[in-house]
């Protein structure tokens, strides 16, 4: 399977920022014991390309790990280079898009407008981040009225209490942030066991 499969399949993203290399090895490991198959690194956490590093040699095999908060195609190369399988970015950046497609992973850019996510998806984009999407579950709806043929995943806003009402809206996939890992907290055993338990609760929404 492919990772534009894996993704289209497993459909939840965990979104993690702001967790240090040692520590995101753990989480992973925590949302891989729950079902969760996807993990998105952010960018602007603390050595983040090595973070993808280790988690893509520790669970490479089992999940399918990417980058996020990718704001140009340098940033994506080093990402990719780094073990990154997707590249997410909060906006629509053209040539960061091409770059993904030439190195071979999955492009999901951000937008919000149906202008921009026509723009993102006629560039290359493989999936749109529908971001952000806080504005709720109705505007996916509204959104596929006129351009069902592109695939959104929305970001931002997104939570146990109405992950499955954007999925009935047509969402592919969902990024979920801080509602599934707060890194706010410390990373023990307890906080491990906590967060397998939430994933499990996210993937058992989306499947069922």
Partial sequence: MNELSAILEHKV???VRGSKPGDMVKIAGALRNGGVKL????????NALQSIELVSE???????????????????????????KFILSPTVNLETIKLTKRYGAVSIPGAFTPTE????????????????ASI????????????????????????LENIR??????????GIGSALVDTKHEVNEKYLY???????????????
């Avoid at 993990?39 to 602007?44: P, Q, Y």
């Avoid at 520790?58 to 704001?71: C, K, P, Q, Y």
């Avoid at 009402?165 to 969902?174: D, L, P, R, T, Y």
């Avoid at 397998?196 to 989306?206: H, L, M, N, P």
């Fill in 194 to 208: 906590d967060l397998t338990r939430k994933a499990e609760a996210f993937v058992s929404a989306v499947h069922s």
């Fill in 165 to 174: 009402e954007f999925q009935k809206k047509g969402a592919v996939g969902f």
């Fill in 58 to 84: 520790a669970f490479g095999d089992e999940m399918v790990i990417g980058a996020g908060t990718v704001l140009d195609k340098e940033t994506a190369r080093a990402a990719i280079l780094a073990g990154a």
């Fill in 13 to 15: 993203i965990s979104i």
């Fill in 117 to 132: 996510i026509l723009t993102a998806y006629e560039n290359g984009g493989d999936i749109i981040k529908v971001f952000p």
């Fill in 136 to 159: 709720g579950p109705g505007y996916i709806n509204d959104i596929r009225g006129p351009l069902s043929h592109i695939p959104l995943l929305p970001t931002g806003g997104v939570t």
């Fill in 39 to 46: 993990i998105e690194i952010t960018l602007n956490s603390p």
